[in-house]
T-cell receptor, first 114, second 112 residues
């Protein structure tokens, strides 16, 4: 099955700096890569996603890049703010045989220091 | 996300007891999922269902059971066979032809 590795597990940045979280996946058939933000005790919320036919996607201060050859994708947050502090999860979707299963990384706890 | 509800918010289980977690969605989504989240871990798939009256085991199905009698409901039973049930349980749903999963607010299960 699919395996997703996420690094780093914790990340501290100064307010206004950029943050980068990286994920690798194992199954080259995976074709959809969402990123979720989870605040303490809350549900994961989708913040951005990318499909395998696209190399980069941007939405205001967040962007995701995908390198299919190397099987890795990254989340970039610019001009970080204290409200960006949360746990971020990457995931990879394998949709072979119509199963649509997401495999998640173990998460990155981002702390933005005011 | 507001269209997916889970109850209760907190649930306490005694030794040897089966407990059932509720998940309801009014989004007319075809597929529904149950995940378990432990501290410092990602989300691990317990069971999923793509259509009514059909469901498949995920990566950690042992000690759990589900049913899908209605499109909007996908309850999860944590049986006494699950020896370490303390965790945060998240339900998610997905529209039939889409890839995005949307999560409910979760149920925190604790063992007395």
């Amino acid at each position: 099955g699919e395996n997703v590795e996420q690094h780093p597990s914790t990340l501290s940045v100064q307010e206004g700096d950029s943050a980068v979280i990286k994920c690798t996946y194992s199954d080259s058939a995976s074709n959809y890569f969402p990123w979720y933000k989870q605040e303490l005790g809350k549900r994961p919320q989708l913040i951005i996603d990318i499909r395998s036919n696209v190399g980069e996607k941007k939405d205001q201060r967040i962007a995701v890049t995908l390198n299919k050859t190397a099987k890795h994708f990254s989340l970039h947050i610019t001009e970080t703010q204290p409200e960006d502090s949360a746990v971020y999860f990457c995931a990879a979707l394998y949709s072979g045989a119509g199963s649509y299963q997401l495999t998640f990384g173990k998460g990155t706890k981002l702390s933005v220091i005011p | 996300d507001g269209g997916i509800t889970q109850s209760p918010k907190y649930l306490f289980r005694k030794e040897g007891q089966n407990v059932t977690l509720s998940c309801e969605q009014n989004l007319n989504h075809d597929a529904m999922y149950w995940y378990r989240q432990d501290p410092g871990q990602g989300l691990r798939l317990i069971y999923y269902s793509q259509i009514v009256n059909d469901f498949q085991k995920g990566d950690i199905a042992e000690g759990y059971s589900v049913s899908r009698e209605k499109k909007e409901s996908f309850p999860l039973t944590v049986t006494s066979a699950q020896k370490n049930p303390t965790a945060f349980y998240l339900c998610a749903s997905r529209v039939g032809v889409g890839e995005t999963q949307y999560f409910g607010p979760g149920t925190r299960l604790l063992v007395l």
